[in-house]
Antibody, heavy 117, light 107 residues
Framework: EVQLVETGGGLVQPGNSLKLSCATS????????MNWIRQTPGKRLEWLAQ??????????SYLESVKGRFTISRDDSKSSVYLQMNNLKEEDTAIYYC????????WGQGTLVTVSS | DTVMTQSPASMSTSVGERVTVNCKAS??????VAWFQQKPGQSPKRLIY???NRHTGVPDRFTGSGFGRDFTLTISNVEAEDLAVYYC?????????FGAGTKLELK
């Protein structure tokens, strides 16, 4: 059974940082392309970043509006993917999901990030 | 960025009816479209990928169609458990973009 478990969310003040983790099991992580997607309080879904696998040199893509603030990474030995988020803004408040593949085959349960003073 | 215009925003139907949800892309995306179902309090679940292929375990009352700019998700013989919000996604180009969602309510 494919499982993805996100952790690391919480309440943070504007300008601060947070690192999200996504631990996975049930599939061959090392060959999977992994994504982070968020859902805003208004229920809009927004793709944030993708990291490809080793055979594609771990190529990374970002949504333009988070480039330079967010960093996606992975550790194939731990079957985990991460999202480092810096200089957080109130509009970053959302549920953050990690997903597998370009078409979002599987999603975790999400972790809530609230940015507020 | 490719804009996915989804319609209707909400719809009300009865058990056993047939409903359709539409997505129109601002530019051609071939067949690189997926559909998702999100029930209250849950994360989205993929129903369809590459426009017409059902995800493992998805009932055959869910059908995807379309090519280019126009895509449709059809739910035949709606069941009460289909109460949810449905989203389309184009992943033909970076950034992948979602439709705004269609809320399916039961009469």
């Amino acid at each position: 059974e494919v499982q993805l478990v996100e952790t690391g969310g919480g309440l943070v003040q504007p300008g601060n940082s947070l690192k999200l983790s996504c631990a996975t099991s049930g599939f061959t992580f090392s060959t999977a392309w992994m994504n982070w997607i968020r859902q805003t309080p208004g229920k809009r879904l927004e793709w944030l970043a993708q990291i490809e696998d080793k055979s594609n040199n771990y190529f990374i893509s970002y949504l333009e509006s988070v480039k330079g603030r967010f960093t996606i990474s992975r550790d194939d030995s731990k079957s985990s993917v991460y999202l480092q988020m810096n200089n957080l803004k109130e509009e970053d408040t959302a549920i953050y999901y990690c997903t597998t593949g370009s078409s979002g085959a599987y999603w975790g349960q999400g972790t809530l990030v609230t940015v507020s003073s | 960025d490719t804009v996915m215009t989804q319609s209707p925003a909400s719809m009300s139907t009865s058990v056993g009816e047939r409903v359709t949800v539409n997505c129109k892309a601002s530019q051609s995306v071939g067949t690189v479209v997926a559909w998702f179902q999100q029930k209250p309090g849950q994360s989205p679940k993929r129903l369809i990928y590459l426009a017409t292929n059902r995800h493992t375990g998805v009932p055959d009352r869910f059908t995807g169609s379309g090519f280019g700019r126009d895509f449709t998700l059809t739910i035949s013989n709606v069941e009460a458990e289909d109460l949810a919000v449905y989203y389309c996604l184009q992943y033909d180009s970076i950034p992948p973009t979602f439709g705004a969602g269609t809320k399916l309510e039961l009469k």
